[in-house]
């Protein structure tokens, strides 16, 4: 089974200040993990996803992450963030035939004036 | 049009009441889930669905049931709602197909239910 640790419950930050989102996840097999976006009374969307290739993954509105499969983490990151990027991040893992899905428990992301 | 429709996007109910929670998606994929979201919990998975005859339970389906009514359709019962099962529950798809299998979950907007 799968399972994923999001180490930061809240992160407060300052708007054009750099940002990093902390996700371990244990697994026995190989996976695919993702990042989703939550932004106040809205459904989830994905940020960015790893599958295979390249451990450094380009998502949308500037986030990236890199896949360090050795410590077994997929941490988010943005260089300079903006009062919109206010919103809950959730780390994600499943397996390549995606029958386990399982989401950590969230990282509320505050970007303060 | 949103791709995962969910109704009623918010419902008060009382203790004892029978709900329903609809899930219709035009995507076209075979996959449909039902999530279950807390404050500091996360998405807990309720139920889900790989196909029109396939039901599966997740990790949290005491008091819940499910209906898969066609591929692009899955609805939620709560046959007795209870305070606890006040949340907020999340639909979502995935396309199962090995060629196109990103794993990617698409969510929909979410219904908010209070038990009260």
């Known amino acids: 089974a799968q399972s994923v640790t999001q180490l930061d419950s809240q992160v407060p930050v300052f708007e054009e200040a750099p940002v990093e989102l902390r996700c371990n996840y244990s697994?026995?097999?190989?996976?695919?993990l993702f990042w989703y976006v939550q932004y106040p009374n809205q459904g989830l969307q994905l940020l960015l996803k790893?599958?295979?290739?390249?451990?450094l993954v380009k998502g949308i509105n500037g986030f990236e992450a890199e896949f360090n499969k050795s410590q077994t983490s997929f941490h988010l990151r943005k260089p300079s963030v903006h009062i919109s990027d206010t919103a809950e991040y959730f780390c994600?893992?499943?397996?390549?035939?995606?029958?386990?899905?399982?989401f950590g428990p969230g990282t509320r992301l505050s970007v303060l004036p | 049009d949103a791709d995962v429709t969910q109704t009623p996007r918010n419902r008060i109910t009382k203790t004892g009441k029978r709900i329903m929670l609809e899930c219709s998606q035009t995507?076209?994929?075979?996959?449909m889930y039902w999530y279950r979201q807390d404050p500091g919990l996360g998405l807990r998975l309720i139920y889900y669905?790989?196909?029109?005859?396939?039901?599966n339970k997740g990790e949290i389906s005491d008091g819940y049931s499910v209906s898969r009514q066609a591929q692009a359709k899955f609805s939620l019962s709560l046959e007795s709602a209870i305070p606890n099962q006040t949340a907020l529950y999340f639909c979502?798809?995935?396309?199962?197909?090995?060629?196109?299998?990103?794993?990617?979950?698409?969510f929909g907007e979410g219904s908010r239910l209070t038990v009260l």
């Open positions: 697994s026995s097999v190989s996976v695919y």
């Open positions: 995507k076209g994929h075979d996959r």
């Open positions: 979502a798809t995935s396309d199962g197909r090995l060629a196109t299998n990103t794993g990617e979950l698409f």
């Open positions: 994600a893992v499943t397996t390549p035939l995606g029958q386990n899905f399982v």
């Open positions: 669905s790989f196909d029109v005859k396939d039901i």
């Open positions: 790893y599958l295979s290739g390249s451990t």
